[in-house]
């Protein structure tokens, strides 16, 4: 009886790791690894009355690209955005504002679909008297 035993172990183990691969696998499904990481391209931070901030930054082969603004207290903002985005030897720009009540998250438009990089900037003002304004520029590969 120890004999098969002893022979069945090797055989429990691969079965064993052979589980824990497939159950890390499912762990990592289509749609996270879709989700893909978010990386920072640029941010700013402004405070007193009225404050404005300006980001700006790099996007390294971007699949989408949001700005993000925070204020203390909460309150409406409002400002701009640009992204000039190159693909191969073309180049293109986008420009556009936004406005609406803290905290925002806005999506920036590119002129290319999966760019090789995006020069991008914004800028933010607090409509009251407020703390700070936070801008952050973010994206996703």
């Not at 090797?10 to 990481?37: C, D, E, K, Q, Y």
Request: charged share 15%; with cysteine; aromatic share 4%.
């Amino acid at each position: 009886m120890k004999a098969r035993l002893i022979l069945a172990l090797p055989a429990i183990a691969a079965l064993v790791l052979m589980g824990a691969s497939a159950a890390s696998a499912a762990a990592l499904s289509p749609s996270t690894l879709a989700s893909g990481h978010v990386y920072k391209a640029g941010h700013c931070y402004a405070a007193g009355e009225f404050a404005t901030c300006v980001a700006s930054g790099t996007a390294k082969r971007p699949v989408s690209i949001h700005l993000h603004v925070k204020a203390e207290p909460n309150q409406h903002v409002s400002g701009a955005w640009d992204s000039t985005c190159s693909k191969g030897l073309g180049a293109g720009s986008e420009s556009g504002t936004f406005s609406g009540r803290t905290p925002l998250r806005h999506l920036i438009r590119m002129s290319y679909t999966h760019p090789d990089s995006c020069i991008v900037s914004a800028d933010g003002q607090l409509s009251q008297n407020g703390n700070h304004i936070k801008i952050h520029i973010t994206y996703r590969r």
